[in-house]
């Protein structure tokens, strides 16, 4: 699917295979399929590819906030890091002290109504998404149907640059590549 060298002993040799990967960005609320696996013949390094790495972000985004039940805690600090925003500027675009966030995302207590509708606007503002009129009637994905799927293949482009090593929740440190900017 790409021709790509390993990022540690740059051979050529490089066997691709598909994993799945719960938890696979630092959610347990999401699960990814059709991950690319490469593993280098070389040096036996092995790394997971994340094509589209920004799009995938943004739809895994998009799938938490249309979610009929709060976000939990988890879920609150993976849409922060989405928006490039630190506890500080999240808390005062929704109007809380730091310590209040802080406690959302460590799951000391739930997050309000209100506060959880305004980060869903945000993430859909910030994407430049229309927020879905249906957000707080009928969403699409239940609670119960978590984890929710995400395919990566469906991410998939044509070329690649490499990132640095992606952290999210301090769980995943996978190579990271995008071929979306
Ligand atoms: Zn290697």
């Not at 990022?7 to 699960?31: F, K």
């Not at 589209?52 to 249309?66: G, K, N, P, S, T």
């Not at 879920?75 to 959302?104: K, M």
């Not at 239940?142 to 490499?162: A, K, S």
Request: charged residues 25%.
């Amino acid at each position: 699917m790409s021709a790509l060298n390993c990022p540690v002993c740059n051979s050529a040799e490089v066997e691709i295979s598909r994993v799945e990967r719960d938890n696979g960005l630092g959610l347990e609320s999401i699960r990814l399929v059709n991950v690319p696996f490469l593993e280098c013949r070389r040096c036996g390094e092995g790394f997971e590819e994340f094509p589209a790495y920004r799009r995938l972000i943004r739809q895994a985004v998009e799938l938490l906030c249309q979610l009929d039940a709060r976000l939990n805690g988890q879920e609150i600090a993976f849409v922060r890091h989405a928006l490039n925003r630190s506890q500080q500027e999240l808390a005062g675009l929704l109007g809380v002290h730091t310590v209040t966030l802080s406690r959302w995302e460590i799951g000391h207590s739930e997050v309000p109504a209100p506060a959880d509708r305004l980060l869903r606007a945000l993430a859909f503002e910030h994407f430049g998404r229309k927020r879905p009129a249906e957000l707080s009637t009928a969403p699409q994905h239940r609670r119960r149907q978590r984890p929710i799927t995400l395919d990566v293949e469906q991410l998939h482009g044509e070329t690649y640059t490499y990132e640095t090593p992606h952290t999210f929740g301090g769980t995943n440190h996978a190579w990271v590549m995008s071929n979306d900017g």
